[in-house]
């Protein structure tokens, strides 16, 4: 069964420096979403994205925050320069196909900022 | 604004007792409704899920949900909790109808099973 991929699954980083953290969708899905979820919180959504365009954002998602679709199988999420806010389990979904209302999680990259 | 509620923080119950996890959520249409589970450290594991027609869905590991429009409720009950469905459980909202939007959670439910 096709499922969401991200690498790392793990990611610690210093303060400030800039982290990608990459997601592979389901094949012949359309629509990319990044959500994150600090530690002991709920799940937040961060941004959608179709057709090579940033289709709804959250107040999260600042001037720090971009996505990126380089291929036609990666989705990316950078954070410019990290701060220890940043800190979460990020997790990458996307949806479409025959599917198109359901949104398919990948397992989640952990980022630690110290 | 959309919103979802989830007004047990914590939930404790003995194995072999029944469970009822709450959900509430505040939209103007009939959304799409989800119960995710997230053990410790771990990635979120669908439960059910309801976009239309019976309103008592089924889902994996003998988790049941009925939706409730009257009452804006879409609670997840098992029958017989056993020690593994210790975990936090979401509830999510996402708009109904054509086209994907974001998903809504609720703040979570935390399950402690007693032996």
């Known amino acids: 069964e096709p499922e969401v991929t991200q690498t790392p699954s793990h990611q610690v980083t210093q303060m400030g420096q800039e982290v990608i953290l990459r997601c592979v969708p389901i094949s012949n899905h359309l629509y990319f979403y990044w959500y994150r979820q600090i530690l002991g919180q709920k799940v937040e959504f961060l941004v959608s994205?179709?057709?090579?365009?940033?289709?709804?954002k959250s107040e999260i998602f600042d001037d720090q925050f971009s996505v990126e679709r380089p291929d036609g199988s990666n989705f990316t999420l950078k954070i410019r320069s990290t701060k220890l806010e940043d800190s979460a389990m990020y997790f990458c979904?996307?949806?479409?196909?025959?599917?198109?209302?359901?949104?398919?999680f990948g397992p989640g990259t952990r980022l630690t900022v110290l | 604004a959309q919103s979802v509620t989830q007004p047990d923080i914590h939930i404790t119950v003995s194995e072999g007792a029944s469970l009822e996890l709450r959900c509430n959520y505040s939209y103007g249409a009939t959304p799409y409704l989800f119960w995710y589970v997230q053990s410790p450290g771990q990635g979120l594991q669908l439960l059910l899920k309801?976009?239309?027609?019976?309103?008592l869905v089924q889902g994996i590991k003998g988790f049941e949900a009925e939706f409730k429009r009257s009452q804006s409720s879409f609670n997840l009950r098992k029958p017989s909790v056993h020690w593994s469905d210790a975990a936090e459980y979401f509830c999510?909202?996402?708009?109904?109808?054509?086209?994907?939007?974001?998903?809504?959670f609720g703040t979570g439910t935390r399950l402690k099973v007693l032996a």
């Open positions: 979904a996307s949806s479409g196909g025959r599917s198109y209302n359901e949104q398919f």
């Open positions: 999510a909202v996402a708009p109904g109808g054509s086209g994907t939007y974001k998903y809504i």
């Open positions: 309801y976009f239309s027609g019976d309103t």
């Open positions: 994205f179709y057709n090579n365009e940033i289709s709804e």
